[in-house]
Nanobody, 125 residues
Framework: QVQLVESGGGLVQPGGSLNVSCTTV????????MAWFRQAPGKEREFVAV????????GYADSMKGRFTISRDNDKNTVYLRMNFLRPEDTAVYYC??????????????????WGQGTPVTVSS
């Protein structure tokens, strides 16, 4: 059984920064491909960033490149998303996801079997 628990969401002003975390529980999950997705009200869930085990390969959606950074601490079974220069359009519920299949090309929700409950991020003044 794999469980993912996100934390760290909240309210931040435009231009600000925020860290969200995803702690994982389960056998072999630290070797999984881990990704962040987000879903804004009325919109489909969209890819944000991906990290393959052990963390050397990463990928980002175009609008997040240079602003967001995904990282993982395998000793702590935790994946992080550092978000800088936040914009109001970044407002969404952010979800972490895990896949047993390797690769930074895995960028669609259907490729991920395990999901966290989501943590809300609101960017507003």
């Amino acid at each position: 059984q794999v469980q993912l628990v996100e934390s760290g969401g909240g309210l931040v002003q435009p231009g600000g920064s925020l860290n969200v975390s995803c702690t994982t529980v389960g056998d072999y999950v630290t070797s999984y491909t881990m990704a962040w997705f987000r879903q804004a009200p009325g919109k489909e869930r969209e890819f944000v960033a991906v990290s393959t085990w052990p963390g050397g390969s990463t990928g980002y959606a175009d609008s997040m490149k240079g602003r967001f950074t995904i990282s993982r601490d395998n000793d702590k079974n935790t994946v992080y998303l550092r978000m800088n220069f936040l914009r109001p359009e970044d407002t969404a519920v952010y979800y972490c996801a895990a896949s047993s299949r390797w690769g930074t090309s895995r960028r669609t929700p259907s490729e991920y079997k395990f999901w966290g409950q989501g943590t809300p991020v609101t960017v507003s003044s």
